[in-house]
Protein backbone atom coordinates (compact mmCIF):
# COMPACT_ATOMS: atom_id res chain seq x y z
CA UNK A 1 0.00 0.00 0.00
CA UNK A 2 2.73 2.58 0.68
CA UNK A 3 4.16 1.99 -2.45
CA UNK A 4 1.61 3.53 -4.67
CA UNK A 5 0.62 6.08 -2.32
CA UNK A 6 4.13 7.11 -2.64
CA UNK A 7 3.86 6.86 -5.82
CA UNK A 8 0.87 9.16 -6.18
CA UNK A 9 2.16 11.68 -3.83
CA UNK A 10 4.98 11.70 -6.33
CA UNK A 11 2.83 11.85 -9.53
CA UNK A 12 0.99 14.89 -7.47
CA UNK A 13 4.58 16.45 -7.37
CA UNK A 14 5.91 15.92 -10.66
CA UNK A 15 2.31 17.60 -11.45
CA UNK A 16 2.81 20.74 -9.31
CA UNK A 17 6.25 20.79 -10.90
CA UNK A 18 5.07 20.13 -14.00
CA UNK A 19 2.20 22.53 -14.36
CA UNK A 20 4.42 25.54 -12.66
CA UNK A 21 7.82 25.02 -14.72
CA UNK A 22 6.39 25.00 -18.94
CA UNK A 23 3.49 28.05 -17.03
CA UNK A 24 7.20 30.29 -16.49
CA UNK A 25 8.49 28.63 -19.36
CA UNK A 26 5.46 29.76 -21.83
CA UNK A 27 5.39 33.46 -20.07
CA UNK A 28 8.88 34.13 -20.28
CA UNK A 29 8.58 32.72 -24.23
CA UNK A 30 5.65 35.22 -24.66
CA UNK A 31 7.35 37.79 -22.76
CA UNK A 32 10.33 37.56 -25.30
CA UNK A 33 7.77 37.49 -28.34
CA UNK A 34 6.13 40.47 -26.98
CA UNK A 35 9.84 42.50 -26.69
CA UNK A 36 11.06 41.53 -30.03
CA UNK A 37 7.52 42.08 -31.59
CA UNK A 38 7.89 45.58 -29.99
CA UNK A 39 11.11 45.90 -31.06
CA UNK A 40 10.49 45.42 -34.55
CA UNK A 41 7.66 47.55 -34.53
CA UNK A 42 9.70 50.65 -33.11
CA UNK A 43 12.48 49.65 -35.94
CA UNK A 44 9.95 50.03 -38.53
CA UNK A 45 8.68 53.61 -37.22
CA UNK A 46 12.09 54.75 -36.37
CA UNK A 47 13.35 53.77 -40.25
CA UNK A 48 10.07 55.58 -41.45
CA UNK A 49 11.12 58.37 -39.34
CA UNK A 50 14.57 58.91 -40.71
CA UNK A 51 13.53 57.99 -44.41
CA UNK A 52 11.62 61.02 -43.53
CA UNK A 53 13.93 63.05 -42.09
CA UNK A 54 16.75 62.61 -44.91
CA UNK A 55 14.42 62.92 -47.39
CA UNK A 56 13.30 66.81 -46.48
CA UNK A 57 17.11 67.86 -45.89
CA UNK A 58 18.39 65.80 -49.46
CA UNK A 59 15.26 67.58 -50.97
CA UNK A 60 16.49 70.81 -49.28
CA UNK A 61 19.88 70.71 -50.63
CA UNK A 62 18.82 69.45 -53.90
CA UNK A 63 16.22 72.37 -54.21
CA UNK A 64 18.54 75.05 -53.22
CA UNK A 65 21.17 74.26 -55.62
CA UNK A 66 18.44 74.33 -58.64
CA UNK A 67 17.49 77.59 -57.36
CA UNK A 68 21.13 78.48 -56.82
CA UNK A 69 21.54 77.45 -60.66
CA UNK A 70 18.76 79.65 -62.09
CA UNK A 71 19.44 83.09 -63.18
CA UNK A 72 17.29 85.60 -61.18
CA UNK A 73 16.82 88.78 -60.98
CA UNK A 74 17.43 88.89 -57.36
CA UNK A 75 14.26 89.28 -55.21
CA UNK A 76 12.63 90.09 -58.02
CA UNK A 77 8.50 89.39 -58.15
CA UNK A 78 9.57 86.50 -60.25
CA UNK A 79 11.99 85.23 -58.11
CA UNK A 80 10.01 85.69 -55.09
CA UNK A 81 6.85 83.88 -56.36
CA UNK A 82 9.14 81.38 -57.29
CA UNK A 83 10.67 80.95 -53.67
CA UNK A 84 7.13 80.98 -52.42
CA UNK A 85 5.86 78.84 -55.09
CA UNK A 86 8.50 76.17 -53.74
CA UNK A 87 8.20 76.81 -49.82
CA UNK A 88 4.31 76.08 -50.06
CA UNK A 89 4.53 72.91 -52.04
CA UNK A 90 6.31 71.40 -49.06
CA UNK A 91 4.45 70.79 -45.26
CA UNK A 92 7.55 71.10 -43.71
CA UNK A 93 8.96 74.20 -45.50
CA UNK A 94 8.40 77.59 -43.51
CA UNK A 95 10.21 79.83 -45.89
CA UNK A 96 12.90 80.35 -48.51
CA UNK A 97 15.79 83.65 -48.55
CA UNK A 98 17.85 84.98 -51.15
CA UNK A 99 21.65 85.55 -49.60
CA UNK A 100 24.47 87.59 -51.15
CA UNK A 101 27.05 87.39 -48.87
CA UNK A 102 26.70 87.64 -45.25
CA UNK A 103 22.76 89.17 -45.81
CA UNK A 104 20.14 88.05 -46.30
CA UNK A 105 18.16 90.47 -48.44
CA UNK A 106 14.94 88.60 -49.39
CA UNK A 107 12.90 85.92 -48.92
CA UNK A 108 8.90 84.07 -49.28
CA UNK A 109 7.16 81.61 -46.49
CA UNK A 110 5.28 81.76 -44.01
CA UNK A 111 7.89 83.47 -41.33
CA UNK A 112 10.53 85.87 -41.57
CA UNK A 113 13.09 88.01 -39.68
CA UNK A 114 15.74 87.90 -37.65
CA UNK A 115 15.81 84.84 -36.46
CA UNK A 116 16.61 83.28 -40.03
CA UNK A 117 19.96 84.90 -40.11
CA UNK A 118 21.30 83.88 -36.55
CA UNK A 119 25.36 84.37 -35.76
CA UNK A 120 26.97 81.11 -35.22
CA UNK A 121 26.45 77.80 -37.22
CA UNK A 122 25.93 74.55 -35.98
CA UNK A 123 27.94 72.37 -39.25
CA UNK A 124 29.88 74.39 -41.86
CA UNK A 125 30.44 71.63 -44.51
CA UNK A 126 33.27 71.13 -47.21
CA UNK A 127 30.71 71.32 -49.79
CA UNK A 128 29.32 74.71 -49.16
CA UNK A 129 26.32 73.71 -46.46
CA UNK A 130 26.00 75.89 -43.50
CA UNK A 131 23.36 74.04 -40.64
CA UNK A 132 21.90 75.39 -37.93
CA UNK A 133 19.90 72.83 -35.74
CA UNK A 134 16.81 74.08 -34.54
CA UNK A 135 17.77 75.95 -31.19
CA UNK A 136 16.47 79.36 -29.18
CA UNK A 137 18.01 81.28 -31.91
CA UNK A 138 16.60 79.77 -34.34
CA UNK A 139 13.04 80.28 -32.50
CA UNK A 140 10.13 82.01 -34.71
CA UNK A 141 6.76 82.20 -33.79
CA UNK A 142 7.61 79.63 -31.11
CA UNK A 143 8.86 77.06 -33.79
CA UNK A 144 12.88 76.16 -33.42
CA UNK A 145 13.71 75.90 -36.78
CA UNK A 146 16.21 73.81 -38.85
CA UNK A 147 18.17 76.53 -41.02
CA UNK A 148 20.67 74.77 -44.12
CA UNK A 149 22.08 77.62 -46.51
CA UNK A 150 23.58 76.45 -50.20
CA UNK A 151 25.39 79.16 -51.87
CA UNK A 152 22.73 82.10 -52.51
CA UNK A 153 19.74 80.59 -51.03
CA UNK A 154 18.21 78.78 -47.67
CA UNK A 155 15.50 76.99 -46.16
CA UNK A 156 14.09 77.23 -42.75
CA UNK A 157 12.39 73.72 -41.74
CA UNK A 158 10.05 73.30 -39.28
CA UNK A 159 11.14 70.38 -37.48
CA UNK A 160 8.11 68.69 -35.85
CA UNK A 161 6.59 68.64 -39.10
CA UNK A 162 9.29 65.82 -39.90
CA UNK A 163 7.61 63.75 -37.58
CA UNK A 164 3.83 62.15 -38.49
CA UNK A 165 2.07 62.03 -34.83
CA UNK A 166 -0.48 60.01 -36.78
CA UNK A 167 2.28 56.76 -36.64
CA UNK A 168 3.60 57.02 -33.14
CA UNK A 169 0.66 54.85 -31.93
CA UNK A 170 1.17 56.95 -28.27
CA UNK A 171 5.16 56.96 -28.20
CA UNK A 172 7.24 59.84 -27.62
CA UNK A 173 9.73 60.61 -30.13
CA UNK A 174 13.34 62.46 -31.07
CA UNK A 175 15.23 62.59 -34.01
CA UNK A 176 18.56 63.08 -33.89
CA UNK A 177 20.84 63.76 -36.95
CA UNK A 178 24.63 64.04 -36.41
CA UNK A 179 24.75 63.88 -33.00
CA UNK A 180 22.03 66.71 -32.17
CA UNK A 181 17.85 66.76 -31.68
CA UNK A 182 16.44 67.28 -34.78
CA UNK A 183 13.12 67.14 -33.78
CA UNK A 184 10.88 65.83 -31.13
CA UNK A 185 7.54 65.06 -30.30
CA UNK A 186 5.84 66.12 -28.37
CA UNK A 187 8.09 68.69 -28.54
CA UNK A 188 8.45 69.81 -24.37
CA UNK A 189 9.64 66.43 -23.83
CA UNK A 190 12.64 65.88 -22.49
CA UNK A 191 14.36 62.34 -24.03
CA UNK A 192 17.62 60.59 -22.41
CA UNK A 193 20.93 61.23 -25.57
CA UNK A 194 20.80 58.44 -27.86
CA UNK A 195 24.73 57.85 -26.72
CA UNK A 196 23.60 57.19 -22.94
CA UNK A 197 21.31 54.29 -24.36
CA UNK A 198 22.24 50.56 -25.15
CA UNK A 199 20.93 49.59 -28.90
CA UNK A 200 17.64 48.11 -29.39
CA UNK A 201 14.64 47.57 -26.57
CA UNK A 202 14.84 48.08 -22.86
CA UNK A 203 12.99 48.01 -19.90
CA UNK A 204 13.41 51.12 -17.82
CA UNK A 205 12.62 50.14 -14.55
CA UNK A 206 13.68 53.17 -12.73
CA UNK A 207 11.31 55.59 -14.62
CA UNK A 208 8.67 52.89 -15.37
CA UNK A 209 9.33 53.14 -19.13
CA UNK A 210 10.16 51.25 -22.10
CA UNK A 211 13.06 52.84 -23.97
CA UNK A 212 14.38 51.88 -27.54
CA UNK A 213 17.17 53.18 -29.56
CA UNK A 214 17.08 52.93 -33.03
CA UNK A 215 20.38 53.81 -35.21
CA UNK A 216 20.04 54.52 -38.96
CA UNK A 217 22.76 55.41 -41.23
CA UNK A 218 21.76 57.11 -44.32
CA UNK A 219 23.66 60.07 -45.95
CA UNK A 220 24.18 61.23 -42.43
CA UNK A 221 23.49 59.07 -39.55
CA UNK A 222 20.45 59.52 -37.83
CA UNK A 223 18.84 57.61 -34.44
CA UNK A 224 15.50 58.13 -32.97
CA UNK A 225 15.19 57.70 -29.53
CA UNK A 226 11.12 56.21 -28.65
CA UNK A 227 9.48 56.57 -25.47
CA UNK A 228 6.76 54.78 -24.29
CA UNK A 229 4.89 54.08 -20.25
CA UNK A 230 4.86 50.66 -19.37
CA UNK A 231 1.19 50.89 -19.09
CA UNK A 232 1.00 51.55 -22.90
CA UNK A 233 3.09 49.06 -23.80
CA UNK A 234 1.50 46.61 -21.55
CA UNK A 235 -1.79 47.65 -22.61
CA UNK A 236 -0.92 46.64 -26.21
CA UNK A 237 -0.01 43.08 -25.36
CA UNK A 238 -2.25 42.37 -21.67
CA UNK A 239 -4.75 40.64 -23.89
CA UNK A 240 -2.52 38.54 -26.21
CA UNK A 241 -0.55 37.61 -23.16
CA UNK A 242 -3.56 36.79 -21.15
CA UNK A 243 -5.05 34.77 -24.08
CA UNK A 244 -1.65 32.77 -25.25
CA UNK A 245 -1.03 32.63 -22.08
CA UNK A 246 -4.54 31.03 -20.51
CA UNK A 247 -5.02 29.05 -23.73
CA UNK A 248 -1.20 27.46 -22.53
CA UNK A 249 -1.91 26.98 -19.30
CA UNK A 250 -5.04 25.46 -19.59
CA UNK A 251 -3.60 22.75 -22.15
CA UNK A 252 -0.68 22.24 -19.97
CA UNK A 253 -3.25 21.78 -16.98
CA UNK A 254 -5.67 19.44 -19.02
CA UNK A 255 -2.58 17.55 -20.63
CA UNK A 256 -1.24 17.06 -16.84
CA UNK A 257 -4.28 16.25 -15.52
CA UNK A 258 -5.10 13.20 -17.98
CA UNK A 259 -1.31 11.94 -17.07
CA UNK A 260 -2.47 11.70 -13.82
CA UNK A 261 -5.67 10.51 -14.00
CA UNK A 262 -3.86 7.44 -15.97
CA UNK A 263 -1.35 6.99 -13.72
CA UNK A 264 -3.68 7.00 -10.76
CA UNK A 265 -6.32 5.08 -12.73
CA UNK A 266 -3.05 2.45 -13.43
CA UNK A 267 -1.53 2.65 -9.77
CA UNK A 268 -4.89 1.57 -8.07
CA UNK A 269 -5.49 -0.85 -10.90
CA UNK A 270 -2.73 -2.07 -9.72
CA UNK A 271 -2.75 -2.52 -5.81
CA UNK A 272 -5.92 -3.64 -6.67
CA UNK A 273 -4.81 -6.54 -9.00
CA UNK A 274 -2.60 -7.30 -6.13
CA UNK A 275 -5.46 -7.51 -3.15
CA UNK A 276 -7.68 -9.51 -5.84
CA UNK A 277 -4.55 -11.85 -6.62
CA UNK A 278 -3.51 -12.00 -2.82
CA UNK A 279 -7.24 -12.41 -1.73
CA UNK A 280 -7.65 -15.68 -4.68
CA UNK A 281 -10.45 -13.40 -6.66
CA UNK A 282 -8.47 -13.83 -10.24
CA UNK A 283 -10.94 -17.11 -11.16
CA UNK A 284 -10.18 -19.64 -13.71
CA UNK A 285 -12.39 -20.38 -16.62
CA UNK A 286 -11.79 -22.80 -19.09
CA UNK A 287 -11.96 -23.40 -22.85
CA UNK A 288 -12.57 -26.81 -23.95
CA UNK A 289 -10.43 -28.26 -26.23
CA UNK A 290 -11.62 -31.16 -28.69
CA UNK A 291 -9.89 -34.11 -30.98
CA UNK A 292 -10.79 -32.87 -34.11
CA UNK A 293 -11.84 -35.78 -35.45
CA UNK A 294 -13.70 -37.19 -32.98
CA UNK A 295 -15.35 -34.23 -31.51
CA UNK A 296 -13.90 -35.55 -27.88
CA UNK A 297 -13.19 -33.31 -25.31
CA UNK A 298 -9.39 -34.04 -23.91
CA UNK A 299 -9.11 -31.03 -21.86
CA UNK A 300 -9.32 -26.94 -21.33
CA UNK A 301 -7.26 -24.01 -22.10
CA UNK A 302 -7.53 -22.69 -18.10
CA UNK A 303 -7.78 -18.99 -18.63
CA UNK A 304 -7.86 -15.85 -16.05
CA UNK A 305 -10.99 -13.61 -15.19
CA UNK A 306 -10.90 -10.60 -12.72
CA UNK A 307 -14.01 -8.64 -12.16
CA UNK A 308 -13.15 -5.68 -9.34
CA UNK A 309 -15.91 -4.90 -6.48
CA UNK A 310 -17.63 -2.32 -8.67
CA UNK A 311 -18.69 -4.99 -11.41
CA UNK A 312 -16.19 -4.20 -13.99
CA UNK A 313 -14.68 -6.78 -16.12
CA UNK A 314 -11.32 -6.03 -16.97
CA UNK A 315 -9.49 -7.93 -19.46
CA UNK A 316 -6.60 -10.85 -19.16
CA UNK A 317 -5.31 -9.12 -21.85
CA UNK A 318 -4.27 -5.83 -19.58
CA UNK A 319 -4.26 -7.27 -16.03
CA UNK A 320 -1.65 -9.90 -17.26
CA UNK A 321 0.95 -7.05 -18.46
CA UNK A 322 -0.48 -5.48 -15.82
CA UNK A 323 0.34 -8.59 -13.61
CA UNK A 324 3.96 -8.68 -15.34
CA UNK A 325 4.70 -5.30 -15.33
CA UNK A 326 4.75 -5.06 -11.25
CA UNK A 327 6.28 -8.18 -10.45
CA UNK A 328 3.14 -10.10 -9.68
CA UNK A 329 3.31 -12.86 -12.49
CA UNK A 330 4.21 -15.99 -11.08
CA UNK A 331 1.88 -14.83 -7.83
CA UNK A 332 -1.25 -14.75 -10.50
CA UNK A 333 -0.11 -17.85 -12.30
CA UNK A 334 -0.28 -19.65 -9.12
CA UNK A 335 -3.03 -17.93 -7.43
CA UNK A 336 -5.26 -19.43 -10.84
CA UNK A 337 -3.34 -22.74 -10.24
CA UNK A 338 -5.08 -22.62 -7.00
CA UNK A 339 -7.79 -22.08 -8.24
CA UNK A 340 -7.89 -25.05 -10.72
CA UNK A 341 -7.10 -27.28 -8.26
CA UNK A 342 -9.67 -26.84 -5.85
CA UNK A 343 -12.09 -26.87 -9.18
CA UNK A 344 -10.64 -30.12 -10.03
CA UNK A 345 -11.03 -32.02 -6.73
CA UNK A 346 -15.10 -31.34 -6.99
CA UNK A 347 -14.98 -32.97 -10.71
CA UNK A 348 -16.23 -36.11 -11.43
CA UNK A 349 -13.83 -39.37 -12.97
CA UNK A 350 -14.33 -38.84 -16.02
CA UNK A 351 -13.15 -35.56 -16.59
CA UNK A 352 -10.10 -36.68 -14.76
CA UNK A 353 -8.29 -37.85 -17.69
CA UNK A 354 -8.06 -34.41 -19.15
CA UNK A 355 -4.88 -31.97 -19.50
CA UNK A 356 -5.40 -28.50 -17.81
CA UNK A 357 -3.32 -26.49 -20.10
CA UNK A 358 -2.06 -23.51 -17.57
CA UNK A 359 -0.97 -19.99 -19.38
CA UNK A 360 2.51 -19.08 -17.94
CA UNK A 361 3.64 -15.43 -17.94
CA UNK A 362 7.13 -14.71 -18.98
CA UNK A 363 8.07 -14.29 -15.27
CA UNK A 364 7.39 -17.89 -14.37
CA UNK A 365 10.22 -19.06 -16.13
CA UNK A 366 12.66 -16.70 -15.05
CA UNK A 367 11.80 -17.30 -11.32
CA UNK A 368 14.17 -20.39 -9.54
CA UNK A 369 11.24 -20.67 -6.95
CA UNK A 370 8.17 -21.62 -9.59
CA UNK A 371 8.82 -24.90 -10.48
CA UNK A 372 9.20 -26.15 -6.93
CA UNK A 373 6.31 -24.42 -5.56
CA UNK A 374 4.13 -25.39 -8.54
CA UNK A 375 5.12 -28.90 -7.92
CA UNK A 376 4.41 -28.68 -4.22
CA UNK A 377 0.76 -27.40 -4.93
CA UNK A 378 0.09 -30.11 -6.97
CA UNK A 379 1.65 -32.77 -4.44
CA UNK A 380 -0.86 -31.20 -1.98
CA UNK A 381 -3.83 -31.68 -4.06
CA UNK A 382 -2.68 -34.97 -5.47
CA UNK A 383 -2.87 -33.59 -8.66
CA UNK A 384 -0.31 -35.30 -11.68
CA UNK A 385 2.04 -33.10 -13.14
CA UNK A 386 0.60 -35.35 -16.44
CA UNK A 387 -2.38 -33.53 -15.67
CA UNK A 388 -1.19 -30.01 -16.42
CA UNK A 389 0.13 -28.69 -19.65
CA UNK A 390 1.90 -25.24 -19.51
CA UNK A 391 1.27 -22.44 -21.92
CA UNK A 392 4.65 -20.59 -23.26
CA UNK A 393 4.13 -17.76 -25.55
CA UNK A 394 7.18 -17.05 -27.73
CA UNK A 395 8.21 -13.75 -25.94
CA UNK A 396 8.98 -16.17 -22.73
CA UNK A 397 11.40 -18.56 -24.70
CA UNK A 398 14.57 -16.42 -24.86
CA UNK A 399 17.16 -18.13 -25.93
CA UNK A 400 18.95 -18.46 -22.54
CA UNK A 401 20.81 -21.56 -21.06
CA UNK A 402 18.87 -21.11 -18.02
CA UNK A 403 15.19 -21.13 -19.30
CA UNK A 404 16.07 -23.71 -21.48
CA UNK A 405 16.99 -26.14 -18.49
CA UNK A 406 13.75 -24.60 -16.58
CA UNK A 407 11.72 -25.71 -19.41
CA UNK A 408 13.56 -29.41 -19.76
CA UNK A 409 13.18 -29.42 -16.16
CA UNK A 410 9.23 -29.01 -15.92
CA UNK A 411 9.05 -31.48 -18.56
CA UNK A 412 11.32 -34.05 -17.21
CA UNK A 413 8.66 -34.00 -14.12
CA UNK A 414 5.36 -34.88 -16.35
CA UNK A 415 4.14 -31.69 -17.71
CA UNK A 416 3.83 -31.29 -21.77
CA UNK A 417 5.22 -27.79 -22.66
CA UNK A 418 2.84 -25.87 -25.08
CA UNK A 419 4.15 -23.04 -27.21
CA UNK A 420 0.97 -20.27 -27.34
CA UNK A 421 0.20 -17.76 -30.06
CA UNK A 422 2.76 -19.41 -32.36
CA UNK A 423 4.10 -17.52 -35.46
CA UNK A 424 3.00 -14.20 -33.64
CA UNK A 425 6.82 -13.80 -32.31
CA UNK A 426 9.89 -14.67 -32.95
CA UNK A 427 10.02 -18.61 -34.14
CA UNK A 428 12.45 -19.96 -36.10
CA UNK A 429 12.73 -23.53 -36.66
CA UNK A 430 15.86 -23.37 -35.26
CA UNK A 431 15.00 -21.26 -32.98
CA UNK A 432 12.15 -23.76 -31.67
CA UNK A 433 14.77 -26.53 -32.36
CA UNK A 434 16.61 -25.66 -28.91
CA UNK A 435 13.77 -26.01 -26.61
CA UNK A 436 11.94 -29.58 -25.74
CA UNK A 437 8.45 -28.86 -26.80
CA UNK A 438 5.16 -31.26 -26.59
CA UNK A 439 2.47 -28.96 -28.40
CA UNK A 440 2.65 -25.62 -30.72
CA UNK A 441 -0.18 -23.93 -30.42
CA UNK A 442 -1.68 -22.35 -33.90
CA UNK A 443 -2.43 -18.34 -32.98
CA UNK A 444 -6.18 -17.42 -34.04
CA UNK A 445 -5.27 -15.23 -36.87
CA UNK A 446 -3.93 -17.75 -39.25
CA UNK A 447 -7.22 -20.01 -38.07
CA UNK A 448 -9.20 -16.83 -38.90
CA UNK A 449 -7.62 -16.63 -42.26
CA UNK A 450 -8.31 -19.71 -43.65
CA UNK A 451 -9.89 -19.73 -47.19
CA UNK A 452 -9.42 -15.86 -47.82
CA UNK A 453 -7.22 -13.95 -49.29
CA UNK A 454 -5.34 -12.49 -46.61
CA UNK A 455 -1.50 -13.30 -46.60
CA UNK A 456 -1.33 -14.94 -43.65
CA UNK A 457 -3.79 -17.71 -45.00
CA UNK A 458 -1.13 -18.96 -46.72
CA UNK A 459 0.89 -19.51 -43.41
CA UNK A 460 -0.58 -22.01 -41.82
CA UNK A 461 0.45 -24.93 -43.81
CA UNK A 462 4.42 -24.06 -43.27
CA UNK A 463 3.14 -23.74 -39.93
CA UNK A 464 1.74 -27.07 -39.83
CA UNK A 465 4.65 -28.03 -41.83
CA UNK A 466 7.47 -26.92 -39.18
CA UNK A 467 4.72 -28.52 -36.15
CA UNK A 468 5.61 -32.53 -37.98
CA UNK A 469 8.94 -31.87 -38.58
CA UNK A 470 9.57 -31.08 -34.92
CA UNK A 471 7.15 -34.32 -33.83
CA UNK A 472 5.15 -31.80 -32.14
CA UNK A 473 1.25 -32.27 -31.41
CA UNK A 474 -0.88 -29.33 -32.88
CA UNK A 475 -4.06 -27.53 -31.25
CA UNK A 476 -5.64 -24.98 -33.51
CA UNK A 477 -6.94 -21.75 -31.70
CA UNK A 478 -9.92 -20.04 -32.24
CA UNK A 479 -11.79 -22.10 -34.56
CA UNK A 480 -15.11 -20.73 -35.76
CA UNK A 481 -17.11 -22.29 -38.71
CA UNK A 482 -17.48 -25.97 -39.33
CA UNK A 483 -15.06 -24.65 -42.32
CA UNK A 484 -12.16 -24.47 -40.81
CA UNK A 485 -12.87 -27.16 -38.51
CA UNK A 486 -12.99 -29.49 -41.83
CA UNK A 487 -9.78 -27.75 -43.37
CA UNK A 488 -7.71 -28.62 -40.62
CA UNK A 489 -9.19 -32.05 -39.89
CA UNK A 490 -7.90 -32.80 -43.18
CA UNK A 491 -4.56 -31.80 -42.53
CA UNK A 492 -4.40 -33.74 -39.84
CA UNK A 493 -4.36 -31.72 -36.79
CA UNK A 494 -5.37 -32.88 -34.07
CA UNK A 495 -6.93 -30.67 -31.32
CA UNK A 496 -8.64 -27.68 -31.36
CA UNK A 497 -10.46 -24.99 -29.51
CA UNK A 498 -12.47 -21.68 -30.62
CA UNK A 499 -16.50 -20.70 -30.26
CA UNK A 500 -17.45 -22.96 -33.21
CA UNK A 501 -17.21 -25.50 -29.41
CA UNK A 502 -17.52 -23.63 -26.89
CA UNK A 503 -16.14 -20.13 -25.59
CA UNK A 504 -14.81 -20.68 -21.50
CA UNK A 505 -16.65 -21.61 -19.05
CA UNK A 506 -17.07 -21.25 -15.45
CA UNK A 507 -16.87 -24.10 -13.34
CA UNK A 508 -20.42 -25.27 -13.45
CA UNK A 509 -20.68 -24.28 -17.43
CA UNK A 510 -17.83 -26.22 -17.67
CA UNK A 511 -18.99 -29.25 -16.10
CA UNK A 512 -22.56 -29.35 -17.73
CA UNK A 513 -20.68 -28.53 -21.34
CA UNK A 514 -18.52 -31.61 -20.81
CA UNK A 515 -21.48 -34.20 -19.26
CA UNK A 516 -23.71 -33.14 -22.26
CA UNK A 517 -20.91 -33.77 -24.60
CA UNK A 518 -19.70 -37.27 -22.77
CA UNK A 519 -23.76 -38.43 -23.41
N1 LIG B 1 -12.63 -14.22 -31.06
C1 LIG B 1 -12.42 -15.45 -30.55
N2 LIG B 1 -11.70 -15.53 -29.40
C2 LIG B 1 -11.49 -16.78 -28.91
C3 LIG B 1 -11.95 -17.92 -29.53
N3 LIG B 1 -11.57 -18.97 -28.80
C4 LIG B 1 -10.87 -18.51 -27.75
N4 LIG B 1 -10.83 -17.15 -27.81
C5 LIG B 1 -10.15 -16.23 -26.88
O1 LIG B 1 -8.79 -16.21 -27.28
C6 LIG B 1 -7.97 -16.22 -26.14
C7 LIG B 1 -7.14 -17.47 -26.15
O2 LIG B 1 -6.17 -17.43 -25.21
P1 LIG B 1 -4.66 -17.12 -25.49
O3 LIG B 1 -4.34 -17.17 -26.94
O4 LIG B 1 -3.89 -17.99 -24.59
O5 LIG B 1 -4.54 -15.60 -25.05
C8 LIG B 1 -4.79 -15.26 -23.74
C9 LIG B 1 -3.57 -15.40 -22.86
O6 LIG B 1 -2.40 -15.06 -23.61
C10 LIG B 1 -3.81 -14.33 -21.82
N5 LIG B 1 -4.38 -14.95 -20.64
C11 LIG B 1 -5.67 -15.23 -20.34
N6 LIG B 1 -5.76 -15.78 -19.12
C12 LIG B 1 -4.50 -15.91 -18.63
C13 LIG B 1 -3.94 -16.42 -17.43
O7 LIG B 1 -4.62 -16.93 -16.54
N7 LIG B 1 -2.57 -16.36 -17.29
C14 LIG B 1 -1.78 -15.83 -18.26
N8 LIG B 1 -0.47 -15.83 -18.07
N9 LIG B 1 -2.28 -15.34 -19.41
C15 LIG B 1 -3.62 -15.39 -19.60
O8 LIG B 1 -4.73 -13.41 -22.31
C16 LIG B 1 -5.09 -13.75 -23.65
C17 LIG B 1 -6.52 -13.42 -23.88
O9 LIG B 1 -7.33 -14.20 -23.11
P2 LIG B 1 -8.90 -14.18 -23.25
O10 LIG B 1 -9.37 -12.75 -23.31
O11 LIG B 1 -9.45 -15.08 -22.22
O12 LIG B 1 -9.15 -14.76 -24.67
C18 LIG B 1 -8.90 -16.13 -24.95
C19 LIG B 1 -10.17 -16.77 -25.47
O13 LIG B 1 -11.33 -16.35 -24.79
C20 LIG B 1 -12.69 -17.79 -30.76
O14 LIG B 1 -13.15 -18.76 -31.39
N10 LIG B 1 -12.89 -16.51 -31.22
Aim: glycine share 8%; hydrophobic share 45%.
Amino acid sequence: MGSPRNALLFVSLAGAIGVALPATLLLWVIWQQTVMAEEQRLTKLSEDLAAQTEHAIVDARALLEELNSQAFEPCSPHHLLTLQNEALSRVHVRAIGYWEAANRLCGAGLVQGQRLTPARASRIYDSGVIAWWPSAATTAGDVALFLMRFGNHDMAIDPRLLITPGQLEGKQVAVWVEGMQMAAYPEASVFPAPDELPEGLFVDRANNRVVSRVSVDSLFPIEVVAVQSFEDFWDRYRMLVIAVGGIGLVLITLWLGLVWRYLSRQLSLESSLRAAIDGGRIHAVYQPIVELRSGRCVGAEVLGRWTEKNGTAISPEIFVPLAEKAGLGTRLTLSILENLLQHMANWPEPEKEMVYHLNLTEQDLAQPGFSRRLGELLDEHGVAPERIALEITERALLDSDVIRQRVAELRDKGHSIAIDDFGTGYSSLAYLQKFELDTLKIDKTFVDSLQTEAVTSSVIRPIIDLARALDLEIIAEGIESGEQMQWLVERDVECGQGYWYSPALGESGFKAWYLDKAR
